[in-house]
């Protein structure tokens, strides 16, 4: 199988602009998540989505959405960037019945100039 | 308030050496563990589940809900060993999700 593909690897942007980050979780998963993981903060948890449905949402502001579509693949859009917005955006699938093993993908490099 | 603490930032040891990696979580619920590791220029991939009890490239891990921890142990570590961290708390509400904690570096010399 596949494993979790996102794209793309890096974005370079500036203050004001929006982003689009694109994640296809593994066949058969249904189940995505994303984190924004930084040096400082780690890994922090943004939402999930379970059947186009967003199930869980993590304390960010209102500029991080995202949604889901039939075949399961995910994006995740910042609207507005700021410059601590510059961080590695992982998506994670699974099946999404039970709080089973999160299969990671390599990750969106953003920066925000 | 859910919350997993990693305090350590980086561990360094010697080949050989024991290795403990602290983890401790605050969460009111049924605590579900786990640690993931990530290897340099790899995905973060799971390691260990407290309720596989497993010892997975000779990492072992207890649930200790007395002291709300969950440490990382290795009799003798090996330089593949080296990597960073992550414990993370599963929690069950509207969906699943984990919370992780600021991940531990470790670093085996030889």
């Known amino acids: 199988k596949a494993g979790v593909t996102q794209t793309p690897r890096y974005l370079i942007k500036t203050r004001g602009q929006q982003v689009t980050l694109s994640c296809s979780p593994i066949s058969g998963h249904r189940s995505v998540s994303w984190y924004q993981q930084t040096p400082g903060q780690g890994l922090q948890f943004l939402f999930e989505?379970?059947?186009?449905?967003?199930?869980n949402k993590g304390n960010f502001p209102g500029r991080f959405s995202g949604r889901q579509f039939s075949n399961s693949r995910s994006e995740m859009n910042v609207s507005t960037l700021e410059l601590g917005d510059s961080a590695l955006y992982l998506c994670?699938?699974?099946?999404?019945?039970?709080?089973?093993?999160?299969?990671f993908g390599s990750g969106t490099q953003l920066s925000v100039l | 308030a859910q919350r997993v603490t990693q305090p350590e930032k980086l561990l360094s040891v010697f080949k050989g050496a024991p290795v403990e990696l602290k983890c401790n979580y605050s969460y009111s619920g049924s605590p579900e563990l786990f640690w993931y590791v990530q290897y340099s220029r790899q995905r973060l991939q799971l390691l260990l589940r407290h309720i596989s009890r497993e010892s997975i490239k000779g990492f072992t891990a207890d649930l200790n809900k007395g002291e709300t921890s969950f440490h990382l142990k290795k009799p003798f570590a090996q330089e593949e060993d080296s990597a960073m961290y992550y414990c993370?708390?599963?929690?069950?509400?509207?969906?699943?999700?984990?919370?992780f904690g600021s991940g531990t570096r470790l670093l085996v010399r030889p």
């Open positions: 994670a699938s699974s099946p999404g019945q039970t709080l089973e093993k999160l299969f």
């Open positions: 993370a708390l599963g929690i069950r509400d509207s969906s699943y999700k984990l919370i």
């Open positions: 989505y379970f059947s186009e449905t967003q199930r």
